[in-house]
């Protein structure tokens, strides 16, 4: 029988410095998608240029990730939550 977990979850309240800091979205690299899809959905998703787009796929290709966009919280979730819908590995993270 597993020991008792103390499942009480504490919730922070966002300070005015929170709601300033920037946001990276990143997307990793991975064995399933090419290289052009990823362009393309980074195209989409951003409206990058093509070139724009090409060199940051390159750095998820060559790097392993590659921050595709920096900026607020919430317009972060949407972009991460639209990348996983094209089946992307993206993720959001404090930007340091």
Do not use: C
Not at 42 to 47: D, E, Q
Request: hydrophobic share 40%; glycine share 4%.
């Amino acid at each position: 029988m597993p020991p008792d977990i103390d499942e009480t979850v504490i919730i922070e309240p966002e300070t005015e410095t929170d709601v300033d800091t920037p946001w990276n979205v990143i997307v990793y690299d991975d064995p399933v998608n090419l290289m052009s899809f990823v362009t393309l959905v980074l195209r989409r998703v951003f409206g990058y240029p093509q070139e724009k787009a090409e060199s940051l796929m390159l750095e998820v290709h060559r790097m392993g990730q590659s921050v595709v966009w920096t900026g607020q919280r919430e317009k972060a979730e949407l972009y991460v939550q639209q990348l996983q819908s094209y089946q992307l590995l993206a993720a959001m993270k404090k930007s340091s």
